[in-house]
């Protein structure tokens, strides 16, 4: 099996940035099976919403959401171990808990849904407070 756990959350001001970071581990086997890392987040009162995927391809192919397209980044080390999510400009509607989920094909947009991905984190919170 696979687990994900996530860390770097944690209250900020607006403007300001975090990184987070998703750690990686279980068998060998189920690690090289995973092609898509993926970010969601879900504030309150909201829908879990994906804001960037990561695929380990050769391209290494990216997708954003576009409510974080140019403040957020997205990006995997070279063992597709730890998946980041770089987060600048920080805006009071980023405060959510942030998860990161692993699948074992590819994703070619952020429109994605919880059931399309078998492996969680258990989430880690982002406030930004104004």
């Known amino acids: 099996q696979v687990r994900l756990v996530e860390s770097g959350g944690g209250s900020v001001e607006v403007g300001g940035s975090l990184r987070l970071s998703c750690d990686v581990s279980?068998?060998?086997?189920?690690?090289?099976?995973?092609?898509?890392m993926a970010w969601f987040r879900q504030g309150p009162g909201k829908e879990l919403e994906a804001v960037a995927v990561i695929n380990s391809d050769s391209r290494r192919s990216i997708h954003y959401a576009d409510s974080v397209k140019g403040r957020f980044t997205i990006s995997q080390d070279s063992a597709n171990r730890t998946a980041y999510l770089e987060m600048s400009s920080l805006k009071p509607e980023d405060t959510a808990l942030y998860y990161c989920?692993?699948?074992?094909?590819?994703?070619?947009?952020?429109?994605?849904?919880?059931?399309?991905?078998?492996?969680w984190g258990q989430g880690t919170q982002v406030t930004v407070s104004s």
């Open positions: 989920a692993a699948r074992g094909w590819s994703c070619v947009s952020v429109v994605l849904l919880r059931t399309d991905f078998g492996y």
């Open positions: 279980g068998s060998l086997s189920y690690l090289e099976s995973l092609e898509c």
